[in-house]
């Protein structure tokens, strides 16, 4: 059964940092893309960052270029968001997603989230 437990959210101030990290179980996810999406309080759930399943492509949301960065380690099935540089309207739930094919950009599985607050 396909898993996905999002952990390290928090409260932090603005201009601090935190990584958030997303463990994978039910399935090798060495071929599937994987993505943070967040959804602040009565805004729709937005793609912040996917990565390849190559490891060799990513995206990014413009308002997050240059403060946050994906990474994962297929051997851990683990995805990865670190987060820099973050200012108060990051502030939201954050989920990790997983395509239902490999080899895809088609999002379908979805973690719990994990909240993530920045103070001004």
């Known amino acids: 059964q396909l898993q996905l437990v999002e952990s390290g959210g928090g409260l932090v101030q603005a201009g601090g940092s935190l990584r958030l990290s997303c463990a994978a179980s039910g399935r090798t996810f060495s071929s599937y893309a994987m993505a943070w999406f967040r959804q602040a309080p009565g805004k729709e759930r937005e793609s912040v960052a996917t990565?390849?399943?190559?490891?060799?492509?990513?995206f990014y949301t413009d308002s997050v270029k240059g403060r946050f960065t994906i990474s994962r380690d297929n051997a851990l099935n683990t995805v990865y968001l670190q987060m820099n540089s973050l200012k108060p309207e990051d502030t939201a739930v954050y989920y990790c997603?997983?395509?239902?094919?490999?080899?895809?950009?088609?999002?379908?599985?979805w973690g719990q989230g994990t909240q993530v607050t920045v103070s001004s």
């Open positions: 997603a997983v395509p239902e094919r490999p080899l895809t950009y088609l999002f379908r599985y």
């Open positions: 990565i390849s399943w190559s490891e060799g492509t990513t």
